[in-house]
């Protein structure tokens, strides 16, 4: 009589993302706030290096140009759509959208970093969702309930806390960062709006982005002259300014794509760790920035606390 033959060995099973849309999706917004961190720090050492605009209208039309690509891949929405009296509305809304995303956000984000690091800049970010409340009010009516005051709350304490009075004076730049968040927070409600009329957030995008890069070139050779305003758009083109405007629009992609298998909760409360990205980049490439390592743990937390408030049904 033969031995029985021993059973196999249990073999060690590796996660399969593909079969958890929801750990997929988790792992989507935490790259794409590792992308964002990438794109802070980066933003700090491009600068030294600029002899125009820092590559700002370069993200703009890398961002214009993978949302495009971005939309054929995922497209939702026929062309026929853009024809429709809803398309146009939709079409008008996205462009104001992209305005105040790129023109007023991004150029206030970038002048921001430069000056006070890719810290400073992200932990401004978090008030985001606090200015969402009174855009969403103003634009959708949409009334805030005590949990997403709360919320708010939160997160303002997150950011005070990180700011309190200490031997560095504040500058106007925390005014910037400020009317930065409040742009892109405005950005996000007219977006909103424009998915009411024409569903496709890809092409909403897109379309944002185009009409960015259009006005900033015009905008810029209005005030400078055409060669010279020209000049000061595209002359940064250094491996740091394209590691910025990929790294941008990459995060960007990500943060679509996850919000195709998770929650908005989950991918705003990993995006916030864009910031912690940023400090662990400093560490391994300093930059005049100096992080405060307990005060910013504290300050995530409760602006993480704060968004789960925010974004909870």
Not at 37 to 59: C, E, M, T, Y
Not at 127 to 143: M, N, R, S, W
């Amino acid at each position: 009589m033969k031995p029985k033959k021993p059973p196999p060995a249990p073999r060690l099973k590796i996660a399969d993302y593909s079969s958890d849309p929801a750990m997929l999706g988790e792992a989507l917004a935490l790259l794409a706030a590792a992308a964002y961190g990438v794109a802070g720090v980066s933003i700090v050492h491009a600068k030294p290096q600029a002899r125009g605009d820092n590559g700002v209208f370069l993200s703009i039309v890398v961002t214009a140009v993978c949302a495009w690509v971005l939309w054929l891949i995922t497209s939702t929405a026929a062309w026929i759509l853009l024809l429709s009296g809803s398309g146009g509305t939709a079409v008008l809304i996205f462009a104001c959208a992209g305005l105040c995303a790129n023109v007023l956000g991004r150029r206030s984000m970038y002048r921001v970093t430069e000056v006070a690091g890719a810290v400073n800049a992200g932990l401004l970010r978090r008030l985001v969702p606090v200015f969402a409340l009174p855009c969403a009010f103003v634009v959708l009516g949409q009334t805030p309930g005590p949990q997403l005051l709360v919320g708010g709350a939160f997160v303002l304490a997150g950011v005070l806390s990180y700011f309190r009075p200490s031997k560095t004076p504040l500058g106007g730049w925390v005014a910037l960062g400020t009317l930065s968040a409040f742009a892109y927070a405005m950005a996000y409600t007219l977006r909103g709006l424009g998915l009411l009329y024409l569903p496709d957030a890809a092409l909403g995008i897109a379309i944002g982005a185009s009409v960015a890069a259009v006005w900033v070139a015009f905008a810029t050779m209005l005030r400078q002259g055409r060669s010279r305003g020209w000049r000061h758009i595209t002359t940064d083109r250094t491996p740091a300014h394209w590691i910025t405007a990929i790294a941008l629009s990459a995060g960007q992609a990500l943060q679509f794509f996850a919000l195709s298998h998770t929650s908005v909760a989950a991918v705003s409360v990993l995006g916030a760790l864009d910031v912690l990205f940023a400090a662990l980049l400093i560490h391994w490439r300093p930059t005049q920035e100096k992080v405060a390592l307990s005060r910013l743990m504290l300050a995530m937390f409760l602006a993480m606390v704060g968004t789960v408030l925010l974004l909870s049904p």
